[in-house]
Structures are given as C-alpha cells and as structure tokens.
C-alpha cells in the first residue's frame, strides 16, 4: 500500500471580497431571467458584496459574446451567465443550449475564469419559474454560489503555486 506524506486539501469558499463578478443576462424569457438576477445578486450581495457588472443582452444566443467582450475589457474575477431557453417543437433549443454550453466553457478554459452556468432549459415557462425561485430553489443564486466558490478556489491555487 502506497502511502501519502502531505496532502493538501484546497476547497472554494464563500467570500467574493474585493471581487468583480460579471453578470450576463438574457432579457428573452424575462419573467424568468429577472428572477434569476435577482437570486444571483442577492447571492453575491452575501458572498462579500463584490463589484457587479450587470449585463443585459437580447437573447442567450448572445450571452458567449457579451461573455468574451467582458472578459477582454472588463477583466472581472468570475462570471455568471443567466437565461432561459424554452424547450419547443423542434430542436432548436437543444441547438442553442448545445452552442451557448460549448462556446462559455472553451472561453473559461481560454481566459481561466469561472464562468457559471445559470441558463434553463425547461419544457414549459412554468417550469423556469420554478427553478427561478418559486420550487426548485434559484438557479441564478445557485450559478453565483458556484462563480464565487470557483473564483477563490482558482485564488487559492494561484497563492499555493506561489509559495
């Protein structure tokens, strides 16, 4: 049996402090999107009260080019992409839902920064409007609980390879 000497346990805290959070909003679907800002503000407004840009698109086809454009000028700590895809009768949304997931992900990988997922793809609108707040918890605060663990996570590795 192989045994360890040292193991380091690194874990995300709640604490976004001194911290600029970027949040990118889809405005279709607005009864269910302005919940999920509303969840995810209020989130960060107890993770340390970090700095909030709030950014507000036409659509969530446009959420990965507000994304990167922010990343670029904005420089922010993490960011919480918000928005809501209705399932219809075609494929359309899995379409979208696919394109938008892929493209955040390559720009969190590219930039290194936490970019969280809040975007609903439910059957129904309300379905979104449960898992805005009304049943099934806030996916917008649930999307800024996981930017804010991930932004110190990634602090906490950048100090550890540091010293």
């Known amino acids: 049996m192989r045994h360890t000497r040292f193991m380091n346990t690194l874990e995300g805290r709640m604490d976004a402090s001194g911290q600029h959070v970027v949040v990118v909003v889809s405005r279709w679907n607005e009864l269910i999107t302005k919940e999920l ?66 493209a955040l992900m390559n720009l969190q990988v590219a930039h290194g920064v936490p970019i969280a997922w809040g975007i609903l793809t439910p059957d129904t609108a309300e379905q979104g409007l449960d898992r805005a707040g009304l049943k099934h918890g806030n996916k917008g605060r649930e999307a800024a609980t996981a930017a804010v663990e991930m932004l110190s996570l990634l602090n906490q590795l950048a100090d550890s390879a540091s010293e």
């Open 37 to 102: 800002v509303e969840g995810a503000l209020e989130t960060l407004r107890q993770c340390g009260d970090p700095e909030v840009s709030l950014i507000k698109v036409p659509g969530t086809w446009e959420i990965p080019v507000a994304v990167q454009s922010a990343l670029e000028h904005l420089r922010p700590n993490a960011v919480v992409a918000l928005g809501c895809i209705l399932q219809g009768q075609t494929t359309h949304a899995q379409l979208l839902a696919g394109d938008v997931s892929g």
